[in-house]
C-alpha cells in the first residue's frame, strides 16, 4: 500500500510537471513590444497650439527657429497646422523655407498635405 501511495504521488508530480513545461517540438517566436516616445519641443508645441506670444517670448529668449524637433523645423509645424502669423514671424526671424524634413518634404508640402490654404497663399506669394 506504501508503496502505491508513493508511486501515484511521483506519477502526479512527472503529470504536472509534464503539463506545465513549454512544448519541445515546435518553435516558439518571441514578440517585443517597443515604445517610444516622441518628443516635439516646447517651441514646436506652441506652434502648433497657435500661441503666438508663446512663440515670441521662446524666440526673444533664444530659441532657434529653424532647430528640427521630431523631424520637422518650426516652419513646417506652422505650415501643417495653418498658422499664418507665427509662419510669418518665424521668416522674418531668419526662419529656413527650403528645408527639408526627414521625409523629404519641406513647409510647402506639409501645407498642401494638410490642406493648410491660408498658409499656401502666404507661401505663394512669398514666391
Sequence with gaps: MKKTIIISAIALGFAFHISNAAPTTETSQLTSVVKT??????FC??????????????IDLGADVNASSNGMTPVMYAAKYNRVEILDLLIKEGAELKTRSEKGLNAMDYAKRSKANDVLAYLKNLS
Design 45 to 58: 508645441m506652441s506652434i502648433v497650439k497657435g500661441d503666438l506670444e508663446t512663440v515670441k517670448k521662446l
Design 37 to 42: 516616445k516622441i518628443s516635439v519641443s516646447p
